[in-house]
């Protein structure tokens, strides 16, 4: 079965450099969330998009910036980066709004140096 | 918001063991789920269990929805079950996931 896919998979970036993730939700999933995972912490959510409209933001700096586009695939713009930036980010989607099943992607590791 | 609580935050286990993992949360869920952090840090999706039980393989999962808690059962562990444990559920928006900070098992052969 078709997963969420994620690109690039590894990314390393210097302090104020801009950098942009993508993600391709799981073929008819119109749902897509955003979580940042610092190094030893839990996910924490970022912003969702249903119907390519931002439904939910969470704890998303304003130097982030995302959207889901008419394919339903979504990038996360990241600018002026910072050290605090390095973590693995992962985009997960679902069909419709409300209590279904999320399907996670592999991640994205973001490195800033 | 909705607190979402797993215990215990460390877990080692010999080979072959049995363990029992809990998440509290302080709020009704429309949805609960359990993912297993491998240690390249994929989230492997484990269960989708807002309510009931569910078995796969050596690993099962209940929840009370109405004590607000759930379990995860690993039976005959292997040393391929190390990893984070995480316990999540949906926010009262319906727009987010909201994490625990998860059970580290560790499991030594």
């Known amino acids: 079965a078709a997963g969420v896919i994620q690109s690039p998979r590894h990314l390393i970036k210097e302090k104020r450099e801009t950098a942009t993730l993508k993600c391709y939700p799981i073929?008819?999933?119109?749902?897509v969330y955003w979580y940042q995972q610092g190094p030893g912490q839990d996910p924490q959510f970022l912003i969702s998009?249903?119907?390519?409209?931002?439904?939910d933001k969470g704890s998303i700096p304003d130097r982030f910036s995302a959207q889901q586009f008419s394919d339903y695939h979504s990038e996360l713009n990241m600018s002026s980066l910072e050290l605090g930036d390095s973590a693995l980010y992962f985009c997960?989607?679902?069909f419709g709004q409300g209590g279904y099943e999320q399907y996670f992607g592999p991640g994205t590791r973001l490195t800033v140096t | 918001g909705i607190q979402v609580e797993q215990s215990p935050p460390d877990l080692i286990l010999q080979e072959g063991a049995n363990s029992t993992l809990r998440c509290n949360f302080s709020?009704?869920?429309?949805?609960l789920q359990w993912f297993h952090q491998n240690p390249w840090g994929q989230l492997i999706n484990l269960f989708y269990?807002?309510?009931g039980t569910k078995q796969n393989g050596r690993l099962s999962a209940t929840t009370v929805a109405t004590e607000r808690y759930s379990l995860l059962y690993i039976s005959s562990s292997q040393t391929t079950d190390s990893g984070v444990y995480f316990c999540?559920?949906?926010?009262?928006?319906?727009?987010?996931?909201?994490f625990g900070k998860g059970t580290t098992l560790s499991v030594s052969s």
């Open positions: 997960a989607s679902t």
């Open positions: 073929p008819r999933h119109d749902t």
């Open positions: 998009f249903y119907e390519k409209m931002q439904s």
């Open positions: 709020d009704s869920v429309n949805n």
């Open positions: 269990i807002p309510s």
């Open positions: 999540a559920a949906l926010n009262q928006a319906g727009t987010a996931l909201i």
